[in-house]
């Protein structure tokens, strides 16, 4: 109820509505606040006089003249044109609209009682002629017509509404006039309609003067007072005496009868007024029935924000621990990396100065060596006898030269420079660190969710799944790809057979009377979403019967040669070269028995077509089983053979002419491979230990056309195989 109380209060004044009129733009203003922002236009002048004059004293109304012009397109063209009032000062009301005050403000030695008296006699007043009053919300300006105010009906549905919330509000019985914290009220005045705890109703409602007069109840008796109170009866704003009792549908606006016989709605259509009480009733309940949903939804949006601001406090706490963490290994380790680094200099430095210190000593015991010797040589030479001398001299004379060459081989220079010849190349370390930035917010988008598979569009066909999905409805995350997973069919591990933009994918070559279980997934940027439900897609079965897998199909143009001819949807073939071109079926067969014929539309001079089975890489420019991926029967109009991997065997007699039809039975269970030629066995079984994927294959070259029949049963001959063996 709180929420609405905003609804009820009038823009210009603030408080609650005091017999509200209804404006042509469907806004509401109390009776006297619609008086007090009257503006009177001079009666000597006109709208279009003022304009043809050029006058700019009152230019300024220029501003409101797209919201007239929008008036008359809307209806309310019948207040007339412009007005205006350049002398009214402009202030704010209490919801911040700008209106105008009153013209003329009563005196202000007026006791209250007497100025009261004057606001009522005020706002009964008729009103000037050239009159203008501007909506407080909207800004549309509307020319009053001789009737004044009394233009504009009575909101008296407001009113019952607001006499309603005001009972409810005041189910606590408190001062209506305290302007902090409301006391409880000890009486309530039936005149004035408001409630009064004692310093107020001193202060405000003296006991003397008009107000004298005024009954003062308790406060309960006051609010059932209210209660019972008659409700007013609108009446018509045209005839004053008269009810409303019809609603005319073209000005969509109650009528009474008199409106009907004599005024402007005497041609319009008009209905009974209560049966459009209760439809216009039922048009906004199912008006309020939709924006009650999306109040709903609003509601449980700001739970969800709410939410997410107790989510973001909490990730904003975990971040800024996993941050610090991160940032703490990263100094941990810059610290280790410190600690090896100091040590490699100590370690330097000590080899430095142990070199040093090395020399240093050598030096000093070659000194005292060099200077012994000189002393020494010096006291021979002091010596007077010279036989004794020459006894000496020569080895001293060597040893003094061998001391000096001992001096000159680099002894005298540092083996170690002061320098360390250590730079640490930290430029690289400081330029990551600058770069150092979080990688997640650079995603554009959360992670997706996971898609849907819809189930009318996925299905199989012999041994082909198609599958399709799509992200959910309200999902507005961007998807850069869908990756596919099937299992085995046997209940083992998936594996992914697609990974794309695509949202249909057909997967070929899976075993007949197989149960697969698909799913898929979406990713961006940011990540994987989680897995879409698993569905269980059933390849056909197998005809017990006829001993034969259910499969139709038609060759592939997408890997035959660029010389296939196709036709008959697919199902027919040819040549435009004299050499021998492959084409293959669109199906692979890894499981189960399989038949398929081929009959001979056209044959001429003796060409050797072959038919088979062959991988999907097989060569497609030779004849079928040149090569090791292709096992075939090539024959002509006499005898056959067949062939694989360039080796020829059992040659056979019984060749093919126009109409003749070629069948071939491949039964992996068995992993055999028989040809026939007019439902007859051709030679013996082929080919034996066939294991993998084969698809149907035919070589033929511009000699040949052949058209493929699938779908059909096993031939006579091999049920008696079967029975036999």
């Known amino acids: 109820m709180d929420e609405m109380e905003e609804e009820l209060k009038c823009p210009v004044c603030g408080s609650f509505f005091r017999e509200p009129l209804i404006l042509p733009c469907s806004h509401n203003l109390c009776q006297a606040c619609a008086r ?46 412009f007005a205006s009032a350049p002398t009214t000062p402009c202030q704010k009301s209490p919801n911040g609209v700008r209106v105008f005050p009153p ?30 009053l501007t909506c407080p919300l909207c800004h549309r300006s509307l020319i009053l017509d001789e009737r004044g105010l009394r233009g504009f009906p009575k909101n008296r549905v407001l009113e019952g509404v607001i006499d309603r919330y005001q009972q409810s509000k005041a189910a606590a019985l408190r001062c209506q006039l305290c302007e902090k914290a409301p006391k409880e009220a000890t009486v309530m005045c039936e005149q004035c309609d408001v409630f009064y705890c004692d310093p107020c109703r001193l202060r405000c409602h003296p006991p003397r003067g008009p107000l004298a007069k005024h009954r003062l109840l308790p406060p309960a008796q006051g609010r059932v007072s209210r209660r019972l109170s008659p409700r007013k009866i609108s009446t018509c704003t045209d005839h004053e005496l008269e009810n409303h009792s019809m609603y005319c549908v073209q000005c969509k ?109 050598h030096c000093t015991v070659k000194l005292r060596q060099t200077t012994g010797l000189m002393e020494y040589c010096l006291e021979v030479i002091k010596e007077n006898d010279p036989s004794g001398f020459l006894q000496i001299s020569d080895a001293l004379i060597r040893r003094v030269h061998v001391t000096e060459d001992q001096w000159g081989k680099g002894t005298l220079s540092p083996r170690m420079t002061t320098d360390f010849d250590l730079n640490l190349d930290s430029a690289p370390l400081l330029q990551s660190i600058h770069q150092l930035d979080f990688v997640q917010m650079k995603a554009s988008s959360p992670v997706p969710a996971a898609p849907i598979l819809q189930l009318e569009e996925c299905c199989t066909h012999n041994n082909s799944a198609t599958l399709s999905w799509k992200q959910p409805p309200l999902s ?31 997967v070929d070559g899976l075993h007949f009377n197989s149960t697969y279980s698909a799913r898929v997934k979406a990713f961006n940027k940011t990540g994987v979403s989680p897995y879409s439900k698993t569905l269980l897609l059933q390849t056909s079965e197998v005809d017990i019967k006829k001993l034969v897998a259910v499969a139709w199909f038609s ?22 070269s004299y050499d021998d071109r492959v084409v293959l079926g669109k199906t692979g067969f890894s499981k189960g028995l399989h038949y398929w014929e081929l009959s001979i539309d056209r044959y001429d001079n003796h060409p050797d077509p072959a038919f088979g089975v062959a991988r999907v890489d097989a060569l497609k420019d030779v004849m079928l089983g040149k090569d090791d991926k292709a096992w075939a029967m090539y024959v002509d109009n006499n005898r056959s053979w067949f062939m694989h ?10 060749g093919i002419t126009k109409g003749a039809t070629v069948g071939v039975l491949l039964d992996l269970t068995r992993r055999t491979l028989t040809f026939s030629i007019n439902e007859d066995q051709q030679g013996p079984v082929a080919f034996e230990n066939l294991e993998g994927i084969f698809f149907p294959a035919v070589s033929l070259n511009r000699n040949v056309q052949v058209t493929l029949h699938t779908g059909l049963p096993v031939p006579d001959f091999y049920h008696s195989r079967g029975t036999m063996q």
């Open 36 to 81: 007090n922002i009257l503006v009177q236009t001079p009666e000597a002048e006109s709208p279009q006089s003022r304009r043809a004059s050029g006058s700019a004293d009152y230019d300024y109304l220029d501003l409101d003249k797209m919201s007239l012009y929008s008036e008359a397109d809307s209806g309310y063209g019948s207040y007339g044109g």
């Open 103 to 132: 013209a003329v403000p009563p005196p202000p030695h007026l006791p209250p009682a007497a100025a009261a008296a004057a606001a009522s006699a005020s706002a009964l007043a008729p009103v000037p002629r050239n009159s203008c």
């Open 253 to 361: 606006s109650p009528v009474c009868y008199q409106c009907l016989e004599e005024g402007k709605h005497a041609s319009h259509e008009v209905k009974a007024l209560g049966a459009m009480w209760k439809l216009h009733k039922s048009q906004l309940s199912q008006a309020l029935n939709g924006l009650s949903d999306r109040a709903k939804e609003a509601k449980e949006f700001l739970v969800q924000l709410r939410n997410m601001v107790q989510q973001i406090q909490e990730n904003s706490v975990e971040f800024e621990a996993c941050l610090v963490a991160q940032c703490d290994a990263l100094i941990d380790a810059l610290n280790r990396r410190k600690a090896q680094l100091l040590s490699r200099v100590n370690k330097e430095h000590e080899h430095k100065l142990k070199v040093v210190r090395d020399q240093i000593s």
């Open 476 to 506: 507005t995350v961007q998807v850069d790809g869908y990756i596919l997973e099937l299992d085995d069919g046997n209940g083992g591990q998936f594996r992914e057979v697609y990974v794309g933009k695509e949202t249909m994918c057909t």
């Open 555 to 576: 060759f592939d143009p997408g890997t035959a040669h660029s010389d296939i001819i196709f036709s008959n949807d697919n199902l027919t073939v040819t040549c435009n």
């Open 645 to 654: 991997n360039n080796s020829h065997t059992n040659r056979t007699e019984g």
